[in-house]
């Protein structure tokens, strides 16, 4: 089966959508004859790559949470941090807990932890409005990178952590090459599982309970639970991200975790379609499409003689982009499409009823 | 009117499904409810009536759990609920539905109807794992069950529908078939023919009769008088957050407390 067939079987629920995708495989097919041409640097590629991977977890983890529950989170960038320090703190030789540990306790610490601060803003807040919960992570955010800062005994404070290894370095790449897989690999693995957990019972209560949670009560569901269930999953992907990106960039500091990552995650998803996980992963190369093309566009010829800077326009060209989706396809990019039906029982037993005028074609529509 | 004309609802049924004991609710200075003991006895469709505002959504908020009680006990099958949470009440048996239809953005009829059974295998998520095969029948027999609803509700064509897409009385319609598939005790169903056509509202009154004929036991608030009085019995009336009496039909029709309450709430 060729790439295009199992795209256009998977991914694609629509004509307006081939377009997206058609667009997205002409760039990736540039990109590859650019870098063959040496027009585009390889190790530069595979940086973007892992960027967008790593965007694409922490849109994953949020969808989970706005998209699928309606959970407002602002505090993104708290758990990416969280999972990034876990990593840093653990492996990094030279960092204050000086222990230099295998990567993988990274990950695991990154886990636990970004699950039990979950858990632990959780609780005061998930039986309250939903507008708790946004003020509460709003604060957590602030609280996370100011302990990092200055608790400098256990975090190194601002002078931040060098030396972090790289992971898996026996595989025979380069080691951007490594990183890319790695960050590929977890994509795919955290995608399969919230694919399979959206288009269940579960997946169904939580967007119940998104869209009106007094209903999801009556109908005896512990609402509660289930906030709880998307908020920590959510955020563990999202330390997942933060853990990766520690052994990315081989160095931390407490200047990664601005508040502007939760903005550019809050726009991947919106962008991408609130709710599509397919939606998260191409919001998320969109976001980064335009924060590192920007860097580059001083380079154009034409642009450059203007005598003006653009990188910082950066912001105002998300906030067009934004009101361009707003204006042409409200429910952005790849919005959901799939009843959530546990997509086993739907073959047979939705196969009798007939009649329908709608064609269908396996658990998909 | 004086006090004394409030006779209160009857009590010592045999076998009640749902009991509440001086039930209490005041929104600041405003006493929303009063003092209300009711029984509903298993079986029956029992309605419960009232001018605008006499406290009867506000009764069923605090019987469902929405609503905090200031005072008072509720009892589902001779169980003490008071303490607990909405949709533990639920799971006791006790399910609402809402005066104003609930719209499940972004859902299909039919993703819609299977919110209601529960719970379900598939809302655990080790289980979605691990035990697969479970989820798959569970979600076919539910799948199953919602379709031969709708079409005994004679909605079946809607299924693959986006819920949002649905009139008002289609609305309510699934909502009782929803609420149904919870497999109650007792359904509350408030207002369940407000803002519906006469034909839906005859079918709705139908499917209602048909699903107690078979047992299910009702208590509906309903504002339409001839739906009430030829569907329930007995109707409970509510006059200003207090029960004002219970009776059959005829009897809650020529009452003249009851000719007062609802000439005095139409008043000024
Ligand atoms: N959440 C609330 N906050 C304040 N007042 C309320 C609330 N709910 C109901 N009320 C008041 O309680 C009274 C009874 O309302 P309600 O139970 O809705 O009446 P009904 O359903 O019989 O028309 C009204 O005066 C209403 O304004
Ligand atoms: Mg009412």
Redesign the interface.
Known sequence: MSVATWVNETLVRDKSERRIFAVLGLITVLLVVGVVTGVVGLSFLLFQVSLVGMYALLSLGLNVQWGYAGLINFSVAAFWGLGAYCAALLTAPNSPLGLGLHPVFGFLAAIVVSALVAILIGIPTLRLREDYLAIASLGLAEVIRLIILNERQWTAGSSGISGIPALIPWLPLTRLATTASVVVVLGVLIYLFLR??HR???G??L??I???E??????????YQ?KM?AFV?GSVIMAIAGAFYAHLNLYLDPSDLVPLTTFYIWIAVILGGT?SNRGAVVGAAVVIAIREGTRFINDVPAIGSLGLDVAPLRLLFVGVLIILIMRYRQDGLLP?KD????P???D???AP?GG?P?PQTGGDD | MSGDVYEGAHLGKADAVLKTVGLEKAFGGLVATDDVSIEVERGTITGMIGPNGAGKSTLFNLISGFYELDEGRVMVNGDDVTELEPHERARKGLVRTFQTPRRLEGMSVREAMLVGPGPQAGESVFSLFFSGDEVTREERANIKQARELLERFEIGHLIDQPSTDLSGGQLKLVELARAFTTNPDILLLDEPVAGVNPTLANDIKRFIRELNEEGQTFLIIEHDMPFIMDLADPIIVLDQGKVLMEGTPDEVRTDDRVIEAYLGGAGP
Do not use: C, N, Y
Not at chain 1, 214 to 223: C, H, I, Q, R
């Open positions: 399979r957990t269940s019972p579960w169904r209560v967007r119940t998104r869209s009106d007094d209903l999801a009560k009556a109908l005896g569901k512990d609402t289930f269930q999953i709710g959901p009843e959530l039906i546990w086993a029982a739907k047979k037993a939705s009823s329908s709608k």
